[in-house]
């Protein structure tokens, strides 16, 4: 028998799909780009926005599966991560599906698994790693690489095949309640940290989904897919820049297309951006998907398209390859309006083309194709292994914010009073995205199926000599005072209160942080800021231990507490490193990836700020944070000498370099976060005031010193001009070295010479580091 052009590896991936498409009809091309939800909850308490409204049996073309798949299917949706399935089961089940699928149609292709991975792969029994937010506060890349490699593996163990993160939204506003799922308020920092995460997941052979793109954290007032009103240089160098590198340097495979519209027009309906910008522009050959139920909200919420069939060719036409969850309008509505001669089947083709072409890289158009996974035993998503890297990464992301008088670490045999909502509950640990807090709210009869140790049990491991009493004060956001009595009773008999305050992760205003759990100000939930001034008000030194997805306002408590330590949903490891940080166990070494404020009101705001948007005489109000993004302490000290850093003049495509030598003078183990920063003071538009563009952590035994040296290109100080060029002018600058934005070190001056050069996709993306050890 002659086996057919497609199914022959040795021929180019883009002559085999030529052949598999012209063998194809219309319907088996255009069920190639949906996928299908089996068991996607059909109640008001979904995990995607409006569920309720696209699952209903009703509007469900999917309820007919067994007819549906003998066109074939794109992709399956969610296996793992709808509801709690044993994930040995879940292994034979996905690969039973996998094979009637291909038994179905005429050409045996199975269909793309896809799961969201954010922290760590959403499945009952898979590890909850630390949320992005904490991925950002590391300031540690290979550490997160390494992460996402694990999560990659344990992906590929079961049979899935594409993973929905990593998120490299830039935080605009700190009310947004998806503040949790990003990587911090920089895009440096975002697309640094976001491409050593790709970088990971793809190693593994997993395709790794960039969302949201583009701009859906800058939603007007904070609200969850409200209008995004970024200008054109802001959406530019703020919102892209993540997105460019994660797919230039990390090589990303797919991108997801974002709910929000910006001037007018949707994400979900843009040619400029899917496929000017992603494609003309930066190169990118992979597919495009949409949020779950995105191309419905061009009709149903933007109301661009008044028939499902005008909201396909919008998609379609803007370069969306895949509709997700399940199959709604690139499924009759398309071949209908193809039909009808309302929509040109050369689209269809287009995007049928780039989703077999990954097929075929995927070896799913392989005749030796199996859908077992290749590893055979026992399955296991949460082994040691897994665990410890959790605690890794939890440990190096705690914050220590304020430590004035040297309360930490706390003696061995004092006496502590732990209280507040959040610990003693499992759940404060984890992000919204995590399996327990996603899913297992609906299946309340289910054990999470790993261990979370609490801050509370953690602390009383740690620190086994001490007599450490609880009380829980008030809940997380119900506005009841009525514990306050015992909170500030079992305080005044300690030594020491260790308050533990924060978040309950959460979707669409069932928490406090989380998808549609967007905020008024940054006050902290229900009355956990009147149990915090009842607790000071005792006189007993308190240790305020925050546990959130957001920064909250801070400077109601500044000089009164003992100290502060802030984690961003640490992970299932969380209680341990936390634990770790108030014993002294573990130094801490996290740098804010957002900034602290002062007062609940006035944002929104970030450090990406021009001279305006700074503290001055004009205005009344002061938005200079509390902490500024970078910040944070240890128990080590650390002494920064033999700065070199002349004066210079190169031109704007020349190069610096600028070293300092980083000594750990104290008497302990730690790590410092060196920080470059560019000031520029005079240019053609106006400029933030300082912008990260390098960073290295150092970790230093005591006495232990190393020379870092930053290799600055002129490069990374282009921008977008009044004409929409990316540009290097001539003119001054200052790089500056601190230990955050707030607090600059060492100061380089140099002079750009030479005409104003315009840059594309050629330029340089990051700073090289150098690091010798003494």
């Given amino acids: 028998m002659t086996t057919a052009p497609w199914r022959d590896p040795a021929l180019p991936a883009a002559a085999r799909v030529d052949d598999l498409l012209s063998r194809m009809t219309l319907e088996e091309k255009t069920a190639q780009l949906y996928g299908v939800w089996v068991g996607a909850a059909t109640d008001g308490d979904g995990v995607a926005p409006h569920q309720h409204d696209m699952t209903a049996e009703s509007a469900d073309p999917a309820a007919d599966y067994d007819e549906l798949i003998t066109r074939g299917l794109g992709q399956l949706t969610r296996s793992f991560g709808t509801a709690p399935v044993d994930p040995a089961l879940g292994v034979r089940a996905l690969a039973l599906a996998q094979r009637r699928i291909a038994a179905a149609g005429r050409f045996g292709i199975p269909a793309v698994a896809h799961e969201e991975c954010l922290a760590g792969f959403t499945a009952w029994r898979a590890t909850a790693y630390p949320v992005p937010l904490a991925w950002g506060a590391a300031f540690d890349p290979p550490l997160v690489e390494e992460m996402g490699r694990a999560i990659g593996r344990d992906l590929r163990a079961v049979g899935v ?18 503040v949790e799922e990003t990587i911090g308020e920089d895009p440096y920092l975002v697309g640094t940290v976001g491409t050593a995460y790709v970088r990971g997941l793809e190693s593994a052979g997993v395709v790794a989904t960039l969302k949201h793109f583009a701009g859906y954290a800058s939603s007007v007032g904070a609200r969850n897919l409200a209008p995004v009103r970024a200008g054109t240089r802001e959406f530019a160098d703020v919102t892209l820049p993540p997105f460019e590198m994660a797919l230039r340097e990390g ?22 951006l899917l496929t000017r910008l992603l494609r003309d522009e930066w190169g990118f050959t992979g597919t495009v998907v949409a949020d779950y139920f995105g191309i419905a909200f061009l009709q149903t919420l933007h109301r661009v398209a008044g028939t499902p069939a005008e909201a396909a060719h919008l998609a379609l036409a803007a370069g969306i390859d895949v509709e997700l969850p399940t199959v709604k309008y690139y499924g009759e509505a398309l071949v209908a309006a193809v039909r009808a001669g309302e929509l040109p089947e050369e689209l269809v083709d287009r ?8 097929k075929c890289e995927l070896g799913l158009l392989d005749e030796d194709w199996r859908p077992e996974p290749e590893t055979a035993g026992p399955v296991d998503l949460d082994p040691p292994a897994n665990r410890a890297l959790a605690r890794r990464l939890a440990e190096e992301s705690v914050v220590l914010l304020d430590n004035p008088d040297a309360l930490l670490p706390l003696a061995p045999d004092t006496r502590i009073a732990v209280v507040g909502p959040r610990a003693a509950d499992a759940l404060a640990m984890l992000g919204c995205y995590s399996f327990p807090s996603h899913v297992l709210t609906h299946h309340p009869e289910v054990d999470p199926g790993i261990e979370i140790p609490t801050v509370l049990e953690s602390l009383r491991a740690e620190l086994p000599d001490a007599k450490v009493t609880f009380t829980e004060g008030c809940g997380v956001s119900d506005p009841d005072p009525s514990g306050f009595t015992e909170a500030i009773a079992r305080a005044a008999e300690a030594d020491v209160c260790v308050a533990v305050l924060g978040d309950r992760a959460g979707l669409f205003g069932r928490g406090t942080s989380g998808e549609g759990c967007d905020v008024a100000d940054l006050s902290l939930p229900g009355v956990q800021g009147e149990l915090l001034d009842a607790l000071v008000a005792t006189g007993v030194p308190v240790v305020l231990v925050l546990l959130t997805g957001r920064p909250y306002a801070l400077g109601r408590w500044h000089g009164r507490l003992g100290a502060v330590v802030q984690a961003f949903f640490p992970g299932e490891e969380g209680g341990p490193a936390v634990a770790g940080v108030l014993s002294g166990r573990v130094n801490p070494s996290g740098r804010l990836p957002v900034s602290v404020p002062h007062l609940p009101g006035g944002q929104p705001w970030t450090y990406l700020q021009p001279p305006l948007g700074l503290a001055g005489e004009v205005s009344n109000l002061d938005p200079t944070p509390l ?26 495509d020349g190069s610096y370099d600028l070293s300092v030598t980083v000594r750990n ?34 970790e230093l035994t005591a006495g232990e010193s190393a020379r870092v040296t930053f290799r600055f290109h002129a490069d990374l100080s282009a921008f977008t001009d009044r004409a929409g ?16 934005s707030g607090d600059a070190r060492e100061v380089a001056r140099l002079r750009l010479t030479g005409p104003v050069r315009e840059v594309g996709a050629e330029r340089r993306l990051h700073c090289e580091v150098e690091v010798l050890r003494a």
Avoid: K
Wanted: cysteine-free; proline content about 7%.
């Fill in 351 to 358: 995007a049928a083309h780039r989703v077999l072409l990954q």
């Fill in 161 to 178: 095949h594409q993973g929905l993160a990593p998120v490299l939204d830039v935080v605009r506003d700190p009310r947004w309640g998806r």
């Fill in 725 to 740: 060029r990316r540009v290097v002018e001539p003119g001054d600058l200052q790089l500056r070295l601190g230990t955050s």
């Fill in 665 to 698: 003078s104290g008497g302990r183990a730690g790590a410092e976060v060196v920080q470059l920063y560019l000031h520029d003071p005079v240019a053609s538009v106006t400029r933030p005031d300082v912008r990260l563009i390098g960073y290295r952590r150092l």
């Fill in 251 to 272: 090589g990303a495979r797919s991108v997801m297309a974002a709910y929000t519209e910006r001037d007018g027009v949707p994400a979900s309906a843009d040619p400029e």
């Fill in 627 to 652: 902490y500024p993004f970078g910040h944070g302490r240890s128990y080590t000290e650390f002494a920064w000498e033999d700065f070199s850093g002349p004066d210079a003049e190169i031109d704007t």
